[in-house]
């Protein structure tokens, strides 16, 4: 009888453990679903907000995805040259000297800006016309090697507000190679008074080609030129190739946009702050 007793206690027994495994793991499988769909839950919402992140970005940037391939705008590679050194200089006018404020600045990087062409073009930004308020605007071109101007000559007064541009071509000076050279743009007010000028310059240096970037060249079309010359650090390359295709195609977005990206890349935000600023944006005034 007590062996019976003791065979029916050990089977309860059995069958009560059996039960219970059942129950923990039923549990336990109930957890982890619930415990997935939380991750999926997560997950899903942390998808959705960076997709309105992504979107709001876009939207307050004035582009989206499919117009614009920022892994494809040019990157500009500043050279080394030593110590750094901010040897730009940006002008102002503040009322007082003006009916409103003005704002003139040389389009270079604060270092030394490259080219590789001994007749480069060379660009400048000004906020508005200044026929009314200045005698005249002065460009003048120094070499490091010499205290006498290479160039001093007056431009159109009449400027309107935008980028403007200078050809060396125009006035038949071909720099020197590795000669370091400055250049200024002046609104005088008082040709007897100089001290009222407002004035912005930037640094200009000849260099040589590289033989691997025209090899590059070679194998890109020309829209990829601009890439290349800002990646190689040649500074007046890359404006001039940005700026032609503005002049090209005025209503395509991605090229004003790679322009503004260059000259924010230089220190420029200033500038671009205002083009953004103005009606016209990005308004190319054309050659002096």
């Known amino acids: 009888m007590n062996i019976g007793r003791n065979m029916n206690m050990k089977r309860y027994t059995t069958l009560l453990f059996c039960l219970g495994s059942t129950l923990l793991a039923s ?3 109930t957890e982890n679903m619930q415990h997935s769909d939380l991750e999926k839950r997560d997950l899903t919402t942390q998808e959705t907000t960076e997709k309105a992140t992504r979107s709001k970005i876009n939207g307050q940037s004035g582009f989206n995805d499919a117009q614009v391939k920022t892994s494809q705008r040019p990157v500009y590679t500043p050279p080394f040259l030593g110590a750094p050194a901010a040897n730009r200089l940006i002008g102002m006018a503040v009322r007082g000297v003006d009916r409103e404020n003005l704002l003139l600045s040389v389009l270079t990087p604060e270092h030394t800006g490259l080219t590789s062409q001994a007749q480069p073009i060379l660009y400048w930004y000004i906020s508005r016309s ?3 308020s200045y005698q005249f605007i002065e460009f003048v071109l120094i070499s490091e090697k010499s205290t006498t101007p290479v160039l001093r000559t007056r431009l159109d007064k009449t400027a309107k507000q935008g980028i403007q541009k200078i050809s060396m071509a125009d006035y038949n000076i071909s720099l020197i190679p590795e000669v370091e050279y400055r250049w200024s743009i002046a609104l005088v007010a008082d040709e ?3 001290s009222l000028d407002v004035v912005s310059s930037g640094n200009v240096k000849l260099v040589g080609t590289d033989r691997a970037l025209e090899a590059r060249l070679h194998k890109s079309s020309i829209d990829q030129y601009p890439a290349h010359y800002a990646q190689a650090g040649l500074w007046y390359e890359a404006m001039t190739g ?5 002049e ?5 977005l991605t090229h004003r946009q790679d322009l503004t990206a260059l000259l924010e890349q230089a220190g420029l935000q200033e500038i671009v702050i205002h083009m953004n600023s103005t009606a016209s944006g990005v308004n190319l005034v054309g050659g002096q």
């Open 192 to 194: 007897n008074t100089r």
């Open 248 to 252: 090209k195609q005025p209503e395509n």
């Open 27 to 29: 549990i336990g499988w």
């Open 242 to 246: 940005l700026v032609n295709q503005v």
């Open 130 to 132: 200044v026929s009314e």
